[in-house]
Each structure stands twice: as C-alpha cells, then as structure tokens.
C-alpha cells in the first residue's frame, strides 16, 4: 500500500509536529515525551485531564486537546503505550493544586503504564485520580486486554470530564463522573479490510474479498467472529442489537448514537450506516436526541466501523452540549 511516510520511526513525531504547528499557538508540544498540550495549562482552578494511547487512532486522542476536553495527550508509538516516564513527566507538567484525572484506555500496556506514571508522581506528591474506559462488548477478554477494551466510547468520557472541569468539579466528583459514563456506554466495531503500521509495512491480519471481521479491536484484535460480507443494513442489525442488549437499554431511554469510522471508510458510507442504526433504535423504542457521524477513533486506514450507544440523563446532555475547541476542527 502506498503511504505518505518518510522514516516510519518518525512518523509520531512529525504527526505531532504538524498538530501543534496547525493549532495557531494553542498548544504546545514536548518531542521528549510525545506531549501535545494546551499552551494555557496547568491552572490551579481546575483538574488537568490526560489520557495517552497508542497513536494510530487519530483523532483519539491528540486531536482531543483543547477547552472542555483534554488538556493534554502523551501517546505512544503506533499502537503501542506510552512508557511509564511519559505519563510521569506529563502529570508533572501539568500539575494543578485540584488535582489531575488520568483517562486510561483498558489495555495492558496503557494500564502498566499509567499505574506506574501515577505511581512516581504521588509519590512527589501529586493527587492523582483514574477513570477506566472499557466500552466495547465485542470480547470479554484477549491477549491485548485486561478485560473490555476502550474504543469509540472513550469521546464521551472525555467530553463530560472535560466540561465538568471547565466548570470547576473536584477530582473525586470527576472519578465518580467518568466511571458513570462509562457504565451506560457500549461500543462494537467491524472491519472490512485490515491496516498496515508504518513500522510493519504489511497488514496485521488478511480478510477475504468476501470476508468481514464482526466485533475487530483498533490494533486489529480478533473480535466475535468473521463471516461473508451482508447487506450494511444486516450488519449493522448485528452491531445494534449487540450494543444494545448488552448495558441492556430500556424502551423510552434517551440517548446519543456515535458511528465512527475506523479510517478507510467514507463519510457517505457512515451516514448510510446511521441511518439504519438511527432507525433500528427507534424501533427499539429508544430516543435519539445526539449523533455523532464521523471519525473519533480509527485504526490507520482499516475500512469498517463502530458503533457506540450512551444511555442520556439531563446532566450528559448538558455537559455533552457545553462549547469544547480541539484540534480536529473542520473549519
């Protein structure tokens, strides 16, 4: 596959560089520890939010800093974690007299890694909270996690701690904030073709002309099953019905549907694929008061989707309303 690659080991790097040179002065980049983060960060009057993930996943989760999401991202290579000095020199950096929340994706190594940053920081003592995201219900468990994996559902936590901070929340009120978000989220996703890491240059995993991959992880992870490919309407049948049965959600709930591409697919492709989950969840008698078309978490240039659904209460959708400025902006 042809790629827009010059040394694949810099490939992080000048990704960054070219965000941080893209946000007009608005954040700020540290190449010793893959850093990208608000250049008006730390502030003594609100929690500094951090999350750092493998890249790869863009926008997830660099392109997530700015006002009322992140304040700042440390990731790793290409699907690999951040080392543990990274999340360390981050907490660091962005130290607030409130505190700071660390959003970590459920893999292993993320895990590792901010157990051991969180570690070294308090014991400079540094108050430290965490938030968990384990939204997909593909698997219960594999060789990449340490249960449910975080996927396209990790947005909404980001979105509802980025704008209780905004308005000032206390850490423990924002750790017991993101694990309900959490909760009453759930994510499945779907590939029609694998990707090929810079590093690797061939793809993680073959599919068939014919083939799907139903439940796929962002770094490739087997899923549920893989099976000939149906009718978008059948399969997205699949991806909702697992969603949803699974929290489960209930006749008459409001929520916020979110289809997100994995980086290879169409955005007219996504809105055909809202429009049935749009429909098949009215049907399933829920309420659709929030969408979300567009990519939020992909993997490199892997074709397919996911589709995330959250069970909506009045201060979500608050707080999902309030005004957020990141560097994925469209215009």
Same mark, same amino acid.
């Given at each position: 596959m042809k790629k827009f690659v010059n040394d694949p080991r810099q490939f992080v790097p000048e990704m960054l560089t070219g965000i941080q040179l893209a946000s007009d002065g608005a954040l700020k980049y540290e190449?010793?520890?893959?850093?990208l983060y608000r250049a008006d960060m730390p502030r003594d009057d609100k929690v500094s939010i951090i999350q750092g993930s493998g890249s790869g996943h863009e926008p997830a989760h660099v392109m997530a800093v700015g006002p009322g999401m992140l304040d700042a991202a440390?990731?790793?290579?290409?699907f690999a974690a951040p080392p543990s000095d990274y999340v360390y020199e981050t907490s660091k950096l962005l130290a607030s007299d409130k505190g700071i929340l660390h959003i970590i994706n459920n893999y292993t190594?993320? &895990?590792?890694?901010?157990? #051991?940053? &969180? !570690?070294?920081?308090e014991a400079e003592g540094l108050k430290i909270g965490t938030v968990i995201v384990d939204d997909d219900v593909a698997v219960k468990d594999s060789t990449y996690t340490v249960g449910r994996r975080g996927v396209a559902g990790n947005f909404f936590v980001i979105k509802a701690l980025g704008a209780a901070s905004a308005d000032g929340a206390e850490l423990d009120d924002l750790v017991a904030l993101g694990n309900r978000v959490n909760s009453v989220t759930r994510s499945m996703g779907m590939a029609l073709t694998s990707c090929i890491p810079p590093a690797k240059g061939s793809p993680l995993f073959e599919l068939g002309d014919d083939e799907v991959e139903m439940g796929v992880g962002i770094h490739g992870e087997p899923g549920r099953r893989r099976e000939k490919? &149906?009718?978008?309407? !059948? #399969?997205?049948?699949?991806l909702l019905e697992a969603v949803v049965t699974d929290l489960p959600y209930s006749s008459g709930d409001e929520v916020a549907v979110m289809v997100n591409g994995l980086g290879g697919t169409p955005i007219t492709k996504l809105y055909v694929i809202y429009a049935k989950a749009h429909e098949l969840a009215e049907k399933a008698g829920l309420k659709v008061v929030r969408n979300y078309v567009g990519e939020y978490c992909t993997s490199l240039e892997m074709a397919g989707c996911s589709l995330t659904l959250i069970k909506l209460d009045d201060e979500l959708k608050e707080l999902f309303a309030a005004p957020a400025e990141i560097a994925a902006r469209i215009f």
């Amino acid at each position: 596959m042809k790629k827009f690659v010059n040394d694949p080991r810099q490939f992080v790097p000048e990704m960054l560089t070219g965000i941080q040179l893209a946000s007009d002065g608005a954040l700020k980049y540290e190449p010793k520890y893959n850093l990208l983060y608000r250049a008006d960060m730390p502030r003594d009057d609100k929690v500094s939010i951090i999350q750092g993930s493998g890249s790869g996943h863009e926008p997830a989760h660099v392109m997530a800093v700015g006002p009322g999401m992140l304040d700042a991202a440390c990731p790793g290579d290409v699907f690999a974690a951040p080392p543990s000095d990274y999340v360390y020199e981050t907490s660091k950096l962005l130290a607030s007299d409130k505190g700071i929340l660390h959003i970590i994706n459920n893999y292993t190594g993320d &895990r590792l890694a901010f157990d #051991m940053g &969180r !570690e070294l920081a308090e014991a400079e003592g540094l108050k430290i909270g965490t938030v968990i995201v384990d939204d997909d219900v593909a698997v219960k468990d594999s060789t990449y996690t340490v249960g449910r994996r975080g996927v396209a559902g990790n947005f909404f936590v980001i979105k509802a701690l980025g704008a209780a901070s905004a308005d000032g929340a206390e850490l423990d009120d924002l750790v017991a904030l993101g694990n309900r978000v959490n909760s009453v989220t759930r994510s499945m996703g779907m590939a029609l073709t694998s990707c090929i890491p810079p590093a690797k240059g061939s793809p993680l995993f073959e599919l068939g002309d014919d083939e799907v991959e139903m439940g796929v992880g962002i770094h490739g992870e087997p899923g549920r099953r893989r099976e000939k490919i &149906r009718s978008a309407d !059948e #399969m997205i049948d699949d991806l909702l019905e697992a969603v949803v049965t699974d929290l489960p959600y209930s006749s008459g709930d409001e929520v916020a549907v979110m289809v997100n591409g994995l980086g290879g697919t169409p955005i007219t492709k996504l809105y055909v694929i809202y429009a049935k989950a749009h429909e098949l969840a009215e049907k399933a008698g829920l309420k659709v008061v929030r969408n979300y078309v567009g990519e939020y978490c992909t993997s490199l240039e892997m074709a397919g989707c996911s589709l995330t659904l959250i069970k909506l209460d009045d201060e979500l959708k608050e707080l999902f309303a309030a005004p957020a400025e990141i560097a994925a902006r469209i215009f």
